[in-house]
């Protein structure tokens, strides 16, 4: 296997991982520029523009699942990679450089994120709370998510115009700046999804022929991969200083990916879920409020917090081979 296909995956991988480096650190510098020109604070271009544009990979493969009426990857896809952007991710970034983190964030944004992880486990307790066949999130329930998915970006627009401020600086030159803010977005965005999934394929090829089963290559190697936009543009934004826009970017990524991306994939097709998956959610939820707890009293992520946080990690994807 490991022949010229396998070195020709190997360079893949390679350039995959240059793409994302690369494609972070524009999508970073432009997304902060943007949020300067029009003043807008740098927390709210992490919970939604970053967000969304790092939650790419993970909703082209749910949505992609969701049409070939395999649900259960959305499913895990969406689980799996929130517990990567809570504890690798932002325990990555918090390790590398110490991270401030947003009083909003930790007020309103961390806390409707622990409440949303909290709703979607009752929403697959089926068989726990109404006495049920099977866990399912039905059409019903993605409907729900979508809702609650527009008011979060509702309240967010909100404080987003409200924490405006009137901006002097000359019009061309601010038009110009602009222009080139959203051109480096749009490029940094491209190298990141395509770097994205280029490491994906790669890793999924290196994996199989390295003889790991589908199923562990789907918990680990998809989960991982997906996440990989959101650990990059962190890793950056925190060596860049934009701790808003790390911190942002892993809480924004995860309410999108349950209430927008397991919206939409459940609204195409209820999604069945397996009992074990139960755990995965409870996991999440309980790494979440250790890691609102450990953030809470000054407001901050240092790097013994984003050390704590990359072993309970280790631990969980231990767990997960050994399930």
Do not use: C, H
């Not at 996440?227 to 790390?246: C, F, H, Q, W, Y």
Request: without cysteine.
């Amino acid at each position: 296997m490991f022949n010229v296909q396998g070195a020709v995956y190997i360079a893949v991988l390679f350039v995959g991982f240059v793409f994302l480096v690369k494609g972070a650190d524009f999508f970073v510098d432009g997304s902060s520029s943007i949020a300067r020109i029009f003043n807008i604070p740098s927390v709210v271009i992490g919970l939604t523009i970053v967000s969304f544009g790092t939650s790419l990979p993970e909703l082209a493969v749910s949505l992609t699942s969701a049409i070939k009426g395999v649900n259960g990857i959305a499913f895990g896809n969406v689980a799996g990679s929130n517990i990567v952007n809570l504890l690798l991710v932002a325990g990555t970034a918090a390790a590398i450089s110490p991270m401030q983190v947003e009083k909003s964030i930790l007020r309103k944004d961390f806390p409707f994120s622990v409440l949303v992880a909290a709703a979607l486990l009752l929403l697959i307790s089926d068989t726990a709370l109404s006495g049920g066949t099977e866990n399912v999130i039905s059409r019903a329930d993605g409907l729900i998510l979508l809702l609650f998915f527009a008011i979060f970006m509702y309240s967010t627009v909100s404080y987003s115009l409200s924490s405006q401020r009137e901006a002097e600086d000359d019009e061309d030159s601010e038009n110009s700046s602009l222009i080139k803010s959203i051109f480096f977005s749009l490029l940094g965005l491209f190298g990141v999804i395509a770097g994205g999934q280029a490491v994906v394929k790669s890793a999924s090829f290196i994996a199989q022929a390295a003889g790991m089963s589908e199923t562990l290559i789907g918990l680990t190697i998809v989960a991982f991969g997906t996440s990989l936009p959101e650990l990059v543009t962190s890793i950056i934004a925190a060596r860049k200083g934009e701790n808003d826009i790390a911190i942002g970017n892993v809480v924004g990524s995860n309410i999108f990916n349950i209430l927008f991306i397991l919206g939409i994939s459940t609204s195409i097709k209820p999604v069945s879920v397996e009992a074990s998956s139960l755990y995965d959610v409870l996991m999440l939820i309980g790494a979440s409020a250790i890691v609102w707890i450990m953030a809470r009293p000054k407001y901050r992520l240092g790097r013994t917090a984003g050390i704590t946080m990359l072993v309970l990690y280790g631990a969980y994807t231990a767990w997960i081979f050994m399930r």
